[in-house]
């Protein structure tokens, strides 16, 4: 874990609408959309597989609180994120504090009209050489 001073998320004072006793809820500011969530842990980490099982257990549950309570009301589902990319600074948009995103989403909502219909033209079929490369890796 690399030494942060600055964790805005670390003590993130009156932002938080939600806690469990390892995990907890705050707007995110900037936001994607409206009712752009993140659930993190309350203690500093990084890499997501630093999570202890209780951290990992009350992050999913303030996850699927928030996905019931959104679902109908802000969107018609919802995406669940999570980035890992140490190769990037931290910087108004990337803090280094774990954080899983909640986003409520619809067909042709914002985000899709922006970056998603886009998205198309970067799928590539998978073709048996990869896939025997990448599935060698998890045996």
Known sequence: MSEIT???????QDRVLKETTSAQVLLSDPRKVPGHFLVMPKRHVEKPWDLTEQEI???FELIFFIERRIIGKLGDGCDIRQN??????????????????????????????????????????LDDVERAAVVKLLK
């Not at 600055?6 to 993130?12: A, I, N, R």
């Not at 409520?104 to 799928?123: A, C, G, N, T």
């Open 57 to 59: 257990q009350d992050i």
């Open 6 to 12: 600055d964790c805005p998320f670390c003590e993130p």
């Open 84 to 125: 890992y990319r140490p190769f990037n600074r931290q910087d108004a948009l990337k803090v280094n504090h774990l954080t899983f995103h909640v986003v409520p989403r619809s067909k042709d909502d914002y985000i899709h009209l922006v970056s998603e219909r886009f998205e198309k033209d970067l799928f590539a079929e």
